[in-house]
């Protein structure tokens, strides 16, 4: 017997869906980012749920129209890596009863007006009190028949692509991000992608998952990983924030050494680093391609989207083996991304 | 701006589902048992969204397995009343960390084993560190296409029915019920009944929203409501439960008088009355069928099910009116079912 702090969320998902029932028209069950079922002959059907909770994914101050946009969106970005169409969302919420029906109604603002930007019908719900205001978003959509991207088809030699830039979320993206889509949708319909997972949990983390689910590793150019600006932001004045950072950079990156303290370029890009690898929320999209194919994507996607994609390193067929590369040599990174219990 | 306490739930959830976005391939969205919407050329598909919370629905004390149970038994019963067939399902999890993995273990073998028993395959979810133990269940199921029935479809003349029997589901039914699935399916295949839904909040609760959706009346003859033997327990002996029983008969029945104090026959008879109309958490079916055919139904029935089935009342065509009626005359009956926030 273990609480879930000793277990830690991962431990935990592997224990309770060892035995779940399925049925032969599953495509895709736990594990991946969307549940995929048979639907009809042309479209297969995609299921997702995700929750958010006030204290931890947003803040009692933090404007209600942003706390619905988020539930709504967190669930629209797991489709979007499948490139999947979202079409009908159910609403779950939770609530203290001294709640403020006006903070309800301007939330149900941001979760309707991102819906309706996305032709996303809200059918249902259910309303129950609790401890603290919740919200459960499931969301029904659909992707013709058997093109759906899951995190398991990566292949050794396959280039890694990484979609804006990550890190630093929490100051602000995390609540106002729109769901790469357009683009998850634009990359199912040319085939261009092996395998694709949404960035929630931290590039490191998430990255790990398609290792596990394809059975191949992957080689990091770590210089070349797009970090956000708001990952730079506040390492440049000492504070709390500041040595918190120090710390975790120095805890990551044992190589830096301790007496690297301070303000120094290099452990600046480090720290910064950190929070690309580790923050999670960034939202992006991070996907595999056939080499062949990598210099044709890069060129089309320039043709159809403004949005940042980077190339960040190679999948190797090494199971499983997360190499992190600093010009060349092995960065020792020890670092991973967000797990709940923790 | 109002408190939820102030508001009540269903003032909440029309301010909330006023301006939701929809779609043309909504059939039936908010305000249904399930949402309908357009699947293939034979079937609908059908969606459902529930949640449980400790404290709530359930007790720190109450047996893991029966937890999980309930959790997915709440949401097919919604399935049942529609006549659909549930197949696949998501969980979200909110637990906290000091929550031990062996009581999730023991939650999650109870809902695999009712999601077996229907063939249903659980498919995906989410896990998240909150304050106290829920779950939200996401169902989706089909029925053969334009034959889901809702809560709109009663006319005036129907016989009304009810299944099993109501009243101190608290006593235990509500941990173990098994959701009327096959009673449901066959009401549906066999075109019987023109409105349905299950008995979640009370039937006084449930009975109002099947006239609301239809703008139809009812008359109801409450001798004839099936009250469970739950509903007289605890009634024999005085106790703070049962002084608590009194006020709550002597609130909901003016007629009855202060002076009817005590063990009478006719005043346990209107306190297990007031349990069956108003504890809620029957998860009985409650549905219209046109008169000529109700006799039919009857001897239908009673060759295919063991389930109680009881004639209760008739559908009139005054809009939202409920008229209960004892021994012929109208009962003045104050009472409603469950409601949150209240």
Same sequence: chains 1, 2.
């Avoid at 997702?48 to 803040?59: E, M, N, P, Y």
């Avoid at 979320?169 to 889509?181: C, I, M, V, Y």
């Avoid at 709390?240 to 370029?265: C, E, I, T, V, Y």
Wanted: hydrophobic residues 45%; positive net charge; aromatic residues 6%.
């Amino acid at each position: 017997m273990k609480t879930l702090r000793q277990l830690g969320e991962l431990a935990l998902l592997r224990q309770l869906t060892r035995t779940l029932p399925s049925r032969p028209d599953v495509l895709a069950g736990t594990g991946h980012d969307v549940a995929v079922v048979a639907g009809t002959a042309q479209h297969d059907l995609l299921l997702k749920s995700d929750a958010i909770v006030q204290g931890r994914h947003f803040l009692a101050q933090t404007p209600p129209r942003q706390i619905g946009h988020k539930a709504l969106a967190r669930a629209l970005s797991d489709l979007a890596a499948a490139g999947g169409e979202p079409l009908w969302a159910l609403i779950n919420l939770v609530v203290p009863r001294t709640e403020k029906n006006t903070r309800l109604l301007a939330l149900y603002r941001g979760l309707a007006a991102l819906a309706h930007h996305h032709h996303i019908a809200i059918v249902g719900g259910d309303t129950t009190e609790g401890p603290t205001l919740e919200l459960h978003v499931f969301v029904a959509g659909r992707a013709p028949h058997g093109t759906v991207r899951l995190r398991s088809g990566a292949q050794p030699g396959d280039t890694l692509f990484v979609t804006g830039a990550l890190g630093g979320s929490l100051r602000g993206k995390h609540l106002r991000f729109a769901p790469r889509l357009a683009e998850g949708q634009w990359l199912r319909a040319g085939r261009w992608a092996t395998a694709a997972i949404d960035i929630s949990d931290g590039l490191a983390t998430d990255l790990a998952h398609i290792l596990e689910m394809s059975g191949v590793g992957a080689e990091i150019q770590t210089e070349k990983i797009p970090i956000a600006a708001a990952a730079f932001q506040g390492l440049e004045k000492e504070g709390s924030g500041f040595s918190k950072d120090w710390k975790k950079g120095a805890r990551l990156f044992p190589g830096l050494g301790k007496n690297h303290a301070g303000f120094s370029r290099a452990w600046k890009q480090h720290a910064a680093l950190a929070h690309a690898l580790c923050d999670g929320e960034d939202f992006e999209l991070l996907f595999t391609v056939p080499q062949r194919k990598a210099a044709a994507l890069v060129r089309a996607w320039r043709r159809t989207f403004r949005t940042r994609l980077t190339p960040i390193g190679v999948i190797t067929r090494h199971k499983q083996k997360l190499v992190w590369l600093s010009g060349g040599r092995p960065l020792p990174f020890r670092g991973t991304g967000y797990e709940h219990f923790r």
